[in-house]
Each structure stands twice: as structure tokens, then as C-alpha cells.
């Protein structure tokens, strides 16, 4: 069975400063990663997917993130975080295999200091 | 605009009374979906549909229907809403085919809905 683990619930960073959100998953096969945002009342946002190739992928808003393997990984990065960045991040897995089905992590929510 | 929405956007009931929360998008997709979020729970999936008159269980299906009589629309029908159904409702879709880009979903804005 396929899982995300979101160790962070709640990360709070200062305005200019980078940051990281952590992603760990668990799947069979060679997997599908996504990072979504979450604003206050609004849906999902897709951020950026891995599907394979180039391990660091590059997503909306200078967001970027980087699979790891031998990790089973895929942790968000942004080099200097904004106020408007302020929201709740998911990451989720799929793949070949599992119907389109994603299974999410249980969310990290970011609060940005000015 | 290509988009997926959701009506009601917020619905309070009663325990017991039967309700429908519609769902559409004009991407033409063929696979569309149903999640629930709850704190601390994430995304949990609750039907999905790879095509019209196709549907299955997610994660979560226990008091939930769906149909899917034509492409574009994906209603969830609670027969009997129980207090325990309190969340927030999204409806996602994605884009046909066997390609890897089918499994990014596009997400609807959600339906806040209390059962008291």
C-alpha cells in the first residue's frame, strides 16, 4: 500500500528566510510525486510534479523539489519565503498501477513571520 | 477558464437528511474524484471515477454515493448524513489517457458541509 508521511505539522519561518518541508513516502513501484498548496478557503494548487529523469524539479513560485531514493524523499524547498507563501502544503504519491488514485500526506502548515 | 466546481460551497444539515453536493468540470476528463479532508488526516478519497458509468471505492467510501451518468459531472449523494460526515468535500478531475500527466489532478474549491 502506498503512504506519505508529513513529519511537520506546523513550521513557522520568518519572512526572507528559506525553508523546507519534508515528504517521505512508501510505494511499490517507481513512484509519482506531487507537492499541492493549500491558501485559507481555497483548493488545491498543484506546485510541481516528479515523474522521472532530472531529480530536482523546479514548480510555480521559485518552489522546487528534490526525490531521493534512497530516502524515499521529496522534500519541498524555497530560497527565500514570502508572506503570501503562507498556507498549507500536502504532498502526495501515485503511480503506474494505482488507478490514478493519489494518496496525501497529512499536511504541513507554514506560517510566515514579517 | 478551465476549472472544476462544486456547489453548495458551504451546506449546514441535519443528521439523517439527504443531500447532494454537485460536481463539474470542463477540462473534458475522463477521471474524476472525491476527497474528504479532516485535520491532522489530510486527503482521503472517497470514490473515484475513471469514465462515464465507471466508479469505484477509495479510501473512505461507508455513506457515500456517486454516478457518473455524463463526463463532466460527478455528484457525491449522502443518503444519510451522519455527524461524523463533517468536513470539507473536494472534488478533483485529470486529464485522459495512460500518460503520466493523467495523474495531475485539478482540484475544485471545496464544499464545506456540518452535520449537526
Known amino acids: 500500500a502506498q503512504s506519505v508521511t508529513q513529519p511537520d505539522i506546523h513550521i513557522t519561518v520568518s519572512e526572507g528566510a528559506s525553508l523546507e518541508l519534508r515528504c517521505n513516502y512508501s510505494?511499490?513501484?517507481?513512484?509519482?510525486l506531487f507537492w499541492y498548496v493549500q491558501s485559507p478557503g481555497q483548493g488545491l494548487q498543484l506546485l510541481l510534479k516528479y515523474f522521472s529523469g532530472d531529480t530536482l524539479v523546479q514548480g510555480i513560485k521559485g518552489f522546487e523539489a528534490e526525490f531521493k531514493r534512497s530516502q524515499s524523499s521529496f522534500n519541498l524547498r524555497k530560497p527565500s519565503v514570502h508572506w503570501s507563501d503562507a498556507a498549507e502544503y500536502f504532498c502526495a504519491v501515485g503511480g503506474p498501477g494505482s488507478a490514478r488514485q493519489l494518496t496525501f500526506g497529512s499536511g504541513t502548515q507554514l506560517t510566515v513571520l514579517p | 477558464e478551465a476549472q472544476v466546481t462544486q456547489n453548495p460551497r458551504y451546506l449546514i444539515t441535519v443528521t439523517g437528511k439527504k443531500l447532494t453536493v454537485t460536481c463539474s468540470q470542463n477540462m473534458n476528463h475522463e477521471y474524476m474524484s472525491w476527497y474528504r479532508q479532516d485535520p491532522g488526516l489530510g486527503l482521503r478519497q472517497i470514490y473515484y471515477s475513471m469514465n462515464v458509468e465507471v466508479t469505484d471505492k477509495g479510501d473512505v467510501p461507508e455513506g457515500y454515493k456517486v454516478s457518473r451518468k455524463e463526463k463532466r459531472n460527478f455528484p457525491l449523494i449522502l443518503e444519510s448524513p451522519s455527524p461524523n460526515q463533517t468536513s470539507l468535500y473536494f472534488c478533483?478531475?485529470?486529464?485522459?489517457?495512460?500518460?503520466?500527466?493523467?495523474?495531475?489532478?485539478?482540484f475544485g474549491p471545496g464544499t464545506r458541509l456540518t452535520v449537526t
Open positions: 510505494y511499490g513501484a517507481t513512484p509519482y
Open positions: 478533483a478531475s485529470s486529464l485522459s489517457g495512460a500518460g503520466r500527466t493523467s495523474y495531475e489532478q485539478y
